[in-house]
């Protein structure tokens, strides 16, 4: 037992544990604390840097690896020949015995123990002060800082002895391998070498050996996880004082985000070579300073022929201005997108081109010259014209499919068609020609042309059934031929013998047969140009559905024309038939007419007069139907004449007042000479059908205003009832042929009455209209222009 | 008794029966033919000119416009007054023909008397 130390001593009370600790912990000396066994609770700084191997919490100092001391004949001490170690064993403390690392005696430490007591008997501590002898301890403060240094490396430093086992191992070894320093102190190196590499590590070891250093070796380790490491190794010999080799020291590089960098490099390069776009780089003065494959192929230049000159090379005089302002934004750090323009390739063509500009940036972010990326967009504008040419086409059909079915009209219809297929077929000129039976055969009648004047052809015989034309008018089929001159079929026919002389220049030639549903070949559309292979399948298909579409239109349009010679041969019926009627209508009302002059007895008198009525208003409604079917044909006439229309107006209520009807006509005419130039005639129709109609449609009324009013230039007659009005309804539809309003049945009439009156004031330049309001009555009126207006 | 004589053309033999009993009840001579060419022969033949021609205008083998225009044109027949008939509307067909007068079908019997009394005095 040794006086100074007392073992049975407490830690000063007013001093903590804590605080003893810190204190210990930045004293210079290596110093740590175990407890009875050897488990170590405590160590310094210091100790780390002397002992790495003791650490804090559980690492026991009885442990075989724990110290490297050395006996004098240069021999490992085992823990039981520490006389420390027994001290700790023995509860004793121990003062100022000495240890050394070497042989020579020259590196070791002074060791003192002191005891601290606890609570309980259990709680003894052992507190190791590790003294460096002189030279061990200035050789350590030059360690410490050289610790500090491989602490502090990115790289991983291993020191090993020349087993392999591994000695020490820094925070960047930890890094790297994913090993704490306490998993790998004592380990063989060899657990990071992969098997496959299992041969290097003996080769660095013989390296070693004979003292030589190995320099950026690459290779590959594994780490904890298992992963391959790429490392570039640096492995030196550790000598002793006697320059003998003791170990290695290990320097290892990650080199994985090296080799990274280096292959996105690669992959980006191999990117820029194989990029179809060109991608230039330029400094800010235009210079060329890299051109890659992409480039080549759409400018024509190879790199060597374009490094150092000025990127103006490849734009067009007239466009020079647009580098300085790409310059300009480049230089104030701003990107250019897709921007559409013409440069110049090598040969001097000019190619559509889109250019996106970035700047490039050195590691400082100083804009030292732009990136381009030039896109060749001679394909791109290709295909959006071909878009939009197959837009405007759609628009064509949508078009063409509109008109042709809601038109019905022959000749507008075939001509739609014509020139839709015309166009959209690409032909410099394209036909229909009707299929019509003649005796001689059939032949054709051109009936439409488009893109030529009709002249073209007048001229030439209609086609005839030739071997060119026959398959199209026999309905076999449609016939494209790039260069009909060429086709077999061409030329066989006399008198011609081909084309004749005058006619258009056919090379390209497409004919389509026009079939009707019920299979009858209406026509053919035939379409030239007079270049070669103008007319390709998609054409075909196109105007061939137009063609079927237009057949459906034309069996409608040929429909629709027989209903109209129907139409005009019923006018023509009509005008006869009315004609005819009037005769045997004339003899009754003069037999009538003798008949009420002889017979004196009342009843057979009022019988009379009545039949009498009834023939009148039969040679009405005779005329009405006439009238229409004039009016129909275009064939009303009218005879003007000029007369005082409030005079013809005065007559006229003055007419109705003195016969017997139900109903008083209430004149508003005032007493001015009102001079029109009409056909007095159909006026006089007018005024009666609108009369007749007031009375006829207010059957529980007994008045009719009767008004007329002169303005601007014109007058105006207004005829006024109490009746049963018009709903909105009836009254769009009143002035139409044989409208008939529902409300009026059981009131007789065609429903021609205000149709005429409508077709008469509009042949006038006069207006006709209506006001009304079911239930309360209605308001016809009508204007005409004042005698002046029409001269 | 000086009667005055009136040809009447009239197809429809309703109608020719109507106008040749009303004007012999009003005491004219009639003589009525229903077609243009038994008209013309009876023209020709005849050692009197009647006082006036009543005529339809649409006749199955004529026109009574065309009938008149040429009537007109003769030397000996061009002062015989032709009152025309027709069921169409417009008057205006009977202008240049020669006419002295059109009237309408259907008639009204004093319209017709009228019109003749106008001309046969």
């Not at chain 1, 207010?698 to 009013?709: E, F, G, R, T």
């Not at chain 2, 006036?52 to 044109?73: A, E, F, Q, R, Y």
């Amino acid at each position: 037992m040794h006086s100074t130390t007392n073992p049975k001593r407490n830690l000063k009370p007013e001093i903590s544990l804590l605080e003893y600790k810190k204190v210990l912990q930045d004293l210079p000396i290596p110093i740590f604390i175990c407890d009875q066994k050897g488990v170590v609770t405590f160590s310094n700084k210091a100790c780390k840097e002397h002992f790495p191997i003791i650490l804090e919490d559980d690492s026991n100092i009885l442990n075989e690896d724990t110290f490297n001391f050395l006996d004098k004949n240069a021999k490992k001490l085992k823990p039981e020949e520490l006389a420390f170690l027994q001290a700790l064993q023995q509860k004793k403390a121990i003062k100022n015995q000495k240890y050394y690392l070497d042989r020579s005696g020259t590196l070791g430490y002074s060791v003192s123990s002191k005891i601290h007591t606890g609570e309980n008997p259990e709680d003894l501590a052992f507190q190791f002060d590790f003294l460096p002898l002189n030279k061990t301890k200035k050789r350590s403060l030059k360690q410490i800082a050289l610790s500090a240094i491989v602490e502090s490396s990115n790289d991983a430093i291993i020191s090993k002895d020349l087993n392999g086992k591994i000695i020490s191992w820094n925070k960047g070894a930890e890094k790297i391998f994913g090993y704490t320093e306490k998993e790998m102190l004592g380990k063989n190196v060899s657990i990071l070498i992969p098997s496959s590499r299992r041969q290097e590590e003996k080769l660095i070891l013989k390296t070693i050996k004979n003292g030589k250093s190995l320099d950026h070796f690459e290779t590959i380790r594994v780490n904890k996880a298992g992963n391959m490491i790429p490392l570039s190794l640096t492995v030196s010999p550790i000598k002793d004082e006697s320059g003998q080799v003791i170990g290695a020291s290990k320097v290892a590089r990650d080199i994985s985000d090296r080799l990274r960098s280096e292959e996105k490099q690669a992959r980006l390069s191999a990117i820029v070579e194989s990029s179809d776009d060109g991608i230039i780089s330029k400094d800010l003065n235009g210079i060329i300073n890299s051109w890659n494959i992409g480039a080549k192929r759409i400018f024509g230049y190879s790199e060597s022929e374009v490094l150092g000159k000025s990127i103006t090379l490849l734009i067009p005089k007239e466009r020079l201005n647009e580098e300085t302002v790409i310059l300009k934004k480049i230089h104030s750090g701003e990107r250019i997108e897709h921007f559409e323009t013409i440069r110049l390739s090598k040969n001097g063509k000019e190619v559509p081109v889109s250019v996106s500009v970035s700047p490039l940036k050195d590691s400082h972010g100083k804009i030292i010259g732009a990136s381009k990326i030039v896109r060749n967009i001679e394909e791109q504008i290709k295909s959006k014209q071909k878009i939009e040419s197959y837009v405007e086409k759609l628009r064509i059909l949508n078009s063409v499919g509109k008109d042709i079915s809601s038109k019905l009209d022959l000749e507008t219809v075939l001509q739609k068609v014509t020139d839709a297929t015309t166009k959209l077929s690409g032909a410099k000129f394209g036909a229909f020609f009707y299929n019509t039976q003649i005796e001689s055969g059939e032949s054709m009648m051109l009936y439409t042309l488009s893109g030529a004047p009709k002249q073209a052809f007048e001229k030439l015989g209609m086609p005839r059934h030739t071997a060119v034309f026959q398959p199209t008018f026999s309905g076999q089929g449609i016939v494209r031929v790039d260069d009909i001159t060429q086709d077999t079929r061409y030329g066989r026919n006399a008198p011609y013998n081909g084309m004749p002389t005058g006619h258009l220049q056919v090379t390209s030639y497409m004919a389509i047969p026009v079939i009707s549903t019920s299979g009858n070949v209406i026509g053919g559309l035939i379409f030239g140009h007079p270049e070669k292979g103008v007319f390709k399948k998609e054409h075909e298909i196109m105007v061939r559905n137009i063609a079927a579409q237009a057949a459906i239109t034309l069996d409608n349009s040929q429909l629709f024309e027989k209903v109209k010679s129907l139409s005009e041969k019923k006018d023509e019926f009509i005008a006869l038939a009315s004609h005819e009627l009037k005769t045997p209508l004339t003899t009754i009302k003069g037999y009538l007419q003798i008949l009420e002059k002889k017979i004196e007895e009342p009843k057979s008198k009022l019988f009379l007069s009545k039949t009498l009525d009834q023939a009148n208003r039969l040679n009405i409604l005779i005329d009405d139907l006439l009238n229409m079917s004039r009016i129909e044909a275009g064939k009303l006439e009218f005879n003007y004449e000029e007369f005082d229309f409030r005079e013809m107006l005065f007559e006229l209520s003055e007419t109705y007042n003195y016969s017997e009807i139900s109903h008083r006509i209430l004149p508003d005419i005032g007493d001015k000479a009102l001079f029109i130039k009409a056909d007095k005639q159909r006026i006089e129709q007018v005024l009666n059908n609108l009369l007749n109609n007031a009375i006829k449609y207010s059957p529980n009324a007994d008045k009719v205003y009767l008004k007329l009013q002169e303005n601007h230039n014109k007058v105006t007659v207004i005829v006024k009832d109490e009746g049963l009005g018009l709903t909105p309804e009836q009254q769009k539809n009143v002035f139409n042929r044989f409208y008939r309003a529902e409300s009026t049945k059981g009131i007789n009439g065609l429903g021609l009455g205000l149709y005429l009156t409508k077709q008469i004031i509009d042949a006038h330049n006069g207006k006709l209209g209506v006001k009304s309001e079911e239930g309360k009555g209605s308001e016809f009126f009508f204007s005409l222009p004042l005698k002046n207006e029409i001269l | 008794m000086n009667m005055k004589t009136i040809f009447l053309v009239e197809d429809d033999q309703g109608l020719r029966e109507l106008i040749h009993f009303l004007l012999t009840d009003k005491n004219y001579e009639v003589e009525a033919f229903p077609n243009a060419t038994s008209f013309e022969k009876r023209l020709e033949t005849s050692n009197q000119d009647p006082d006036l021609i009543l005529m339809d205008i649409m006749l199955p083998d004529g026109n009574g416009v065309d009938l008149c225009k040429g009537l007109k044109k003769s030397n000996h027949k061009k002062e015989i007054p032709v009152l025309l008939m027709s069921a169409h509307a417009n008057p205006s067909i009977a202008d240049n023909s020669g006419a002295c007068d059109f009237i309408k079908k259907p008639f009204d019997i004093e319209e017709l008397y009228t019109r003749i009394q106008k001309y046969v005095v």
